[in-house]
Antibody
């Protein structure tokens, strides 16, 4: 079964740091670029980051650039999102997602809820 | 940065046709995608490469592109189609991705 399994939800204080993880199974992980997408409570989808198949190229949305870092370990079939200088407005459900090239995002993780609050 | 613009809401009666538009300057240069999201669920791809339908998606879902606008059309809308719909694409460089603000489809 093709699956993306994400780490559990967490509460962190403003200014804090966090690392999200996403474990892939059922497909050849290093064949695909991967997105991180978030959704604040009651709000729409927001693109966070994209990493290419080997991690050499990374891209970020304006709201997280300079604070978040995406990485991957293809030997462990895993994707990561390091989040620093967290703000209350970063509170959201974070999805990892498999980009099947021009065929779009075909697989989504179950999401990790991140709450930034004192 | 880059933006794609969708109407916040569309309402139709069962059996009618719903059209949801999404506008962006880079639409002529980049493929667009459409996702359906029901409450409490992860998004589901319903259209890729502007107009292609993934396997398992009903034929009543179709997509088209003209100028700087892409359109998701749902023909013969059913109650189960009530959901939020998001367009997704990249800027002309292909390195900055965005989602449209989302359109809530209400089936009256």
């Amino acid at each position: 079964e093709v699956k993306l399994m994400q780490s559990g939800g967490v509460v962190v204080q403003p200014g804090g740091s966090l690392r999200l993880s996403c474990a892939a199974s059922g497909f050849t992980f290093d064949d695909y670029a991967m997105h991180w997408v978030r959704q604040a409570p009651g709000k729409g989808l927001e693109w966070v980051s994209l990493i290419n198949w080997n991690g050499a190229n990374t891209y970020y949305g304006d709201s997280v650039k300079g604070r978040f870092t995406v990485s991957r370990d293809n030997s462990k079939n895993s994707l990561y999102l390091n989040m620093n200088s967290l703000r209350p407005e970063d509170t959201a459900l974070y999805y990892c997602a498999k980009l099947a090239g021009h065929d779009g995002i075909d697989i989504w993780g179950q999401g990790t809820m991140v709450t930034v609050s004192s | 940065s880059y933006e794609m613009t969708q109407p916040p809401s569309v309402s139709v009666s069962p059996g009618q046709t719903a059209r949801i538009t999404c506008s962006g300057d880079a639409v002529p240069k980049q493929f667009s995608f459409w996702y359906q999201q029901r409450p409490g669920q992860a998004p589901l791809l319903v259209i890729y490469k502007d107009s292609q339908r993934p396997s398992g998606i009903p034929e009543r879902f179709s997509g088209s592109s003209s100028g700087t606008t892409v359109t998701l059309t749902i023909s013969g809308v059913q109650a189960e189609d009530e959901a939020d719909y998001y367009c997704h694409s990249a800027d002309s460089s292909g390195t900055y991705w965005v989602f449209g603000g989302g359109t809530k489809l209400t089936v009256l």
